[in-house]
């Protein structure tokens, strides 16, 4: 007759015990929840979202020979159907969900807007698509206006050729997948002063041009470069408009 296992032994047998009873199937099954969890844990984004060089589209805006070019393919015609205009046809509110430029990169569409034309930029730690702080140097005035994260700014984001105006060129035609996209398209967007957004509206530059001359060149060239990219038409008194502005560009 054997003797009683001593407190150690016990111990001993009780870890055995406690080993044989996690079968190979069921050690599988933990091993491979480590390895999911880690993958998981690696496929984090951890990097910043893409630079600034990625927030337009491939030589844009035109070179002012390349908007004069454009200005002469436009196809001229009045403006249609601009008693059906509707904000919420191009959306409603900003989308990341588009393939324009500073589309898909997980940040909001005024915030790539932004990081783009504020200077003295501070953006946030945790969410690098956030804008803490920075100054915009207005295009269309010329004045320094502050930006803090969170708090009332004059700052506003325009639509250089407005989604009224869009409407009335073509934009009437499209379909919803094509004017969020044109809504959210970085090239058709800049930051500018509140107050004068307003009173630009959704004018063309026949009736409305930026106060600071010396944005005239640049503001003909992007309008050009929007119109061609989407193909939209120019009124006759526009197009006028436009020589005159990209005149000024030398």
Not at 19 to 36: D, F, G, Y
Not at 67 to 93: C, E, H, I, M, P
Not at 167 to 195: F, I, P, S
Request: hydrophobic share 35%; proline share 7%.
């Amino acid at each position: 007759m054997g003797t009683a296992p001593g407190p150690r032994a016990g111990a001993l047998l009780l870890v055995a015990a406690l080993a044989t009873a996690c079968t190979p199937p069921q050690l599988e099954r933990a091993e491979s929840r480590r390895a999911t969890a880690t993958a998981k844990e690696a496929a984090e984004p951890t990097a910043k979202p893409p630079p600034t060089a990625a927030l337009a589209g491939h030589g844009f805006p035109p070179t002012a020979a390349q908007a004069r070019d454009q200005l002469t393919g436009l196809a001229v015609a009045w403006g249609k159907n601009w008693q059906t205009y509707k904000r919420s046809a191009f959306g409603v509110g900003w989308s990341d969900d588009t393939d324009a430029p500073g589309g898909r990169n997980g940040c909001d569409t005024r915030d790539d807007v932004l990081r783009r034309d504020l200077k003295d930029l501070r953006e946030g730690d945790r969410n690098p698509c956030v804008v803490l702080s920075g100054v915009l140097h207005d295009p269309y005035t010329g004045q320094k206006l502050p930006y803090y994260y969170r708090r009332a700014s004059q700052i506003q984001t325009d639509h250089v050729v407005a989604l009224g105006a869009a409407w009335q060129a073509g934009a009437w035609a499209w379909n919803a997948e094509r004017r969020l996209t044109y809504a959210n398209d970085l090239d058709v967007l800049l930051a500018a002063d509140k107050a004068t957004n307003y009173t630009k509206s959704s004018q063309t530059p026949d009736k409305w041009k930026p106060p600071r001359k010396e944005y005239w060149c640049e503001y003909g060239r992007r309008w050009t470069g929007i119109k061609t990219k989407y193909a939209l038409t120019v009124t006759a008194p526009e197009k006028l408009a436009l020589q005159d502005l990209l005149a000024t560009c030398g």
